[in-house]
């Protein structure tokens, strides 16, 4: 069955970094575009994060995390990658890995287990 599998995440202090992964399996991954979002506290709603086409050439980044933030992809690995520097307590959220593309329509696709990111001041 199709299974986007997240790992990292955790507790860091401002200023730190982070990576998470998101291993696919039971699709081909590698015609799918990824997106990351983000759940932040406080029921603030969904945030997108940024987004990375099937060939992995094209990325996009919500303004907030332009600069720190990169995602990536290894096709022959079906892994899907956000690396994230210089963390803010703002990064603070439940990070997700899905399949498609930008801000819309974020309820579709295939959905990570989602990961907790806490960054402290």
Known sequence: ??????????LVQAGGSLRLSCAASGFTFSNYSMRWLRQTPGGKGLEWVGDIRSGGGTTRYVDSVKGRFTISRDNAKNTLYLQMNSLEPEDTAVYYCTTGLGATNMDRGYWGQGTQVTVSS
């Open 1 to 10: 069955q199709v299974q986007l599998v997240q790992s990292g995440g955790g």
